[in-house]
């Protein structure tokens, strides 16, 4: 009932900026939070940022103080601005939400994934 569908992904060399989007569609009542994970090779899910229906954010340890999450409340998206990027920052980036159908269900829903690559 709700999907997701991602887009921004690419190739950027070291110390570059990407903007990921994510868009919800479907029916929607409210949107409890939306979030940003990557899975790297190699490594375990990490989740990377998290925005929630009151506006409260968090990040991960490795992205603190170079990435940010906002939300178009009004187009149902989040967006990731990615800057400073480092090579260890390549994963595919996976957007998720936690929200309320107008069935009065409540969905876990996951994107596709962006691979976001970062090397010189």
């Known amino acids: 009932q709700v999907q997701l569908v991602e887009s921004g992904g690419g190739l950027v060399q070291p110390g570059g900026s990407l903007r990921l989007s994510c868009e919800a569609s479907?029916?929607?009542?409210?949107?409890?939070?939306m979030d940003w994970y990557r899975q790297a090779p190699g490594k375990q899910r990490e989740l990377v940022a998290r925005?929630?229906?009151?506006?409260?954010?968090d990040y991960s340890d490795s992205v603190k103080g170079r990435f940010t999450i906002s939300r178009d409340n009004a187009k149902n998206t989040v967006y990731l601005q990615m800057n400073s990027l480092k090579p260890e920052d390549t994963a595919t980036y996976l957007c998720?939400?936690?929200?309320?159908?107008?069935?009065?269900?409540?969905?876990?829903?996951w994107g596709q994934g962006t691979q976001v690559t970062v090397s010189s």
């Open positions: 998720h939400c936690y929200a309320m159908s107008t069935g009065s269900r409540w969905w876990n829903s």
């Open positions: 479907g029916s929607i009542f409210s949107i409890v939070f």
């Open positions: 925005i929630t229906n009151i506006g409260t954010t």
